[in-house]
């Protein structure tokens, strides 16, 4: 079954995970431990290590750290979310060095998502990685900082609120992601700045404002009304 994962023929991959993850875990796991370590298909190698999430093993988290060095962009991607929902704070001086060198077009945004957990709780080196993303929301690919906006918003980060409204403000593919961060993250003095954009931007951003807004609970009814129609 394990072998079958990379085939081309979706039904049959779909069916190889569909036993993989019915076996019994002492049987699956060691399996999976070997395929995600040794087997000569990438792709099998990838949802192996997928698939080994689902058995909640401890030793599931030791091949996620050798993912995270792997040629695999697929590995990578999956080992850098893992962690996004495990954070662990000794792997944080490996992220900072990775995010000035992680080019993978779906790795990166995983990192980042990754960072950002690490960067929720309170403390030293919690600073560390908020500083990392702040540094990240103003350079690079705007693909690449859609995700830093997005990540922010997700986790609240009202350290962000600044910077990213000095983004909502700049015309651009960036400016409805932003907002919908600022409505996400609910630091109330947002508003002013949401309230300004509904004056000014396109008519194609004013959904994403209206949400932010409503994200705020100020207006709901009128903004859901107006998303609606």
């Known amino acids: 079954a394990i072998d079958n994962l990379g085939k081309l023929d979706y039904a049959v991959r779909a069916n190889a995970s569909r036993i993989v993850r019915r076996t019994p875990a ?6 999976l431990l ?33 993912a995270l060095a792997s040629p695999n962009d697929r590995l990578r991607t999956v080992a850098y979310s893992f962690f996004e929902h495990n954070p662990d704070r000794d792997l944080l001086p490996q992220f ?7 080019q993978g077009q779906f790795v990166r945004p995983s990192l980042v998502r990754a960072l950002a957990a690490l960067a929720a709780p309170a ?14 929301v103003a350079r690079g690919e705007d693909f690449f ?4 906006i997005e ?6 980060a009202a350290y962000a609120v600044d910077a990213i409204s000095a983004i909502s403000k700049l015309d651009g593919p960036l ?9 996400k993250i609910g630091a109330p003095r947002a508003l002013e700045t949401l309230a300004g954009l509904q ?31």
């Open 123 to 136: 403390g030293e080196e919690s600073a560390r990685a908020r500083q990392a993303l702040l540094r990240e």
């Open 199 to 229: 004056q000014s931007v396109p008519r194609q951003t004013q959904p994403s404002v209206a949400a932010a807004i409503c994200l705020l609970g100020v207006n709901c009814g009128s903004h859901e009304g107006y998303l609606i129609n």
């Open 96 to 102: 900072l060095t990775a995010l000035d060198k992680e």
């Open 145 to 148: 900082r859609s995700a830093v």
């Open 175 to 183: 400016q409805d992601d932003a907002a919908l961060a600022l409505g």
């Open 26 to 31: 002492a049987q699956a796991v060691p399996a």
């Open 151 to 156: 990540a922010l918003g997700d986790y609240k």
């Open 34 to 66: 070997q395929a995600v370590a040794e087997h000569a298909d990438g792709y099998v190698r990838y949802r192996a290590l997928v698939l080994l999430t689902a058995f909640n093993d401890p030793r599931t988290k030791d091949s996620m750290r050798e």
